[in-house]
Every structure is written in C-alpha cells, then in structure tokens.
Nanobody
Framework: QMQLVESGGGLVQAGGSLALACAAS????????VGWFRQVPGQERKFVAG????????SYADSAKGRSTISRDNAKNTVYLRMDARTPEDAGTYYC???????????????????WGQGTQVTVSS
C-alpha cells in the first residue's frame, strides 16, 4: 500500500507563502492522482487542489484559485502545494491523498481517495 507523508506545515504570516510537500512511498504507481485537503476542527475535510498523475492537469477550489500552485515531481514521488496565505482562515490541518488513476480528471470528493497522509498543521498569523 502507498504511504503519504506531508511536510512543510507550521506558522506562516498572513501575506506570506505556504509551501507543503507530500512524499509518497511504498507500493507507489506512476499513475496516481493527488489531492490536497484542509480540515479545521468541527468541519469536514475540504478539497483545496488536485493534480493528475502526469502533472499536466490541475484543479483548485474556488477559494484557492489565483493564489495556489500544485505541482509534482514523479522522479521524487512528491507533490507540492504552494499557496499565498491571506488570512488566518487559511489555517488548518492539510492532508494529501492519492488515488490510482491514469485519467486527467481531478476528483474533489474525499471518498474517492484511497491513501491519506497524517496531515501537517498550518497556522496563519495576522
């Protein structure tokens, strides 16, 4: 089974840049899509950004459009998320998740992802 580990969480100043990485290991496949999700206490885990297996197709939540970039380096089995932190509402626990797919379509529903990382916590100060 695939294992995912997020990194890059911590304290970021509003107006600064959030930079996260998701490293995959174990029984990885070249054809897996990755999504980034954010969760805050008392709320459901929400889709932030996604990328297909090749890195040619990306998708962003409305709140993340225009200030986020998701990318991947398949040689390193790593997916990245960079996002401009605007307000403390961007804080939360960020998770990366993977699903096996050779298609270019990005899925935002959590139930479609079979592998999840433990999450990395992001705090945004103003």
């Amino acid at each position: 089974q695939m294992q995912l580990v997020e990194s890059g969480g911590g304290l970021v100043q509003a107006g600064g840049s959030l930079a996260l990485a998701c490293a995959a290991s174990g029984r990885t496949s070249p054809r897996y899509a990755v999504g980034w999700f954010r969760q805050v206490p008392g709320q459901e885990r929400k889709f932030v950004a996604g990328i297909d297996w090749s890195g040619t197709t990306t998708s962003y939540a409305d709140s993340a459009k225009g200030r986020s970039t998701i990318s991947r380096d398949n040689a390193k089995n790593t997916v990245y998320l960079r996002m401009d932190a605007r307000t403390p509402e961007d804080a939360g626990t960020y998770y990366c998740a993977a699903r096996y797919s050779a298609a270019s379509m990005i899925i935002s529903a959590t139930r479609n992802y079979s592998s999840w990382g433990q999450g990395t916590q992001v705090t945004v100060s103003s």
